[in-house]
């Protein structure tokens, strides 16, 4: 049973920081790429960042040079370090494990970024 669980979310005022973290069992974890979604209210999901098993990273351009993706692949584990954060930023985060055949998902962990 492969199971993807996230968590570190939490409310947060703007400009601090969050990590989240995401666990994958079920899977040989380094034959996947590694992404971070999220979704605000009313929005569509959009993701937010990869990151191949050999460590090359993509982000998208509104947390380029905030937020940082990493990963253990001894560990099963992938990492969202979120610095400067915004009221932008808010919404659910998922993990998402992108493979040849098949994706997995999380169940989402909630950011909220308020004054």
């Known amino acids: 049973q492969v199971q993807l669980v996230e968590s570190g979310g939490g409310l947060v005022q703007p400009g601090e920081s969050l990590r989240l973290s995401c666990t994958a069992s079920?899977?040989?974890?380094?034959?996947?790429?590694m992404k971070w979604y999220r979704q605000a209210p009313g929005k569509q999901r959009e993701l937010v960042a990869s990151i191949r098993s050999g460590g090359s990273t993509n982000y998208a351009d509104s947390v380029m040079g905030r937020f940082t993706i990493s990963r253990d692949n001894a560990k099963n584990t992938v990492l969202l370090q979120m610095n400067s954060l915004k009221p932008d930023d808010t919404g659910v985060y998922f993990c998402?494990?992108?493979?040849?055949?098949?994706?997995?998902w999380g169940q989402g962990t909630q950011v909220t970024v308020s004054s």
């Open positions: 998402q494990a992108d493979g040849t055949r098949r994706d997995y």
């Open positions: 079920g899977i040989i974890f380094s034959m996947y790429i």
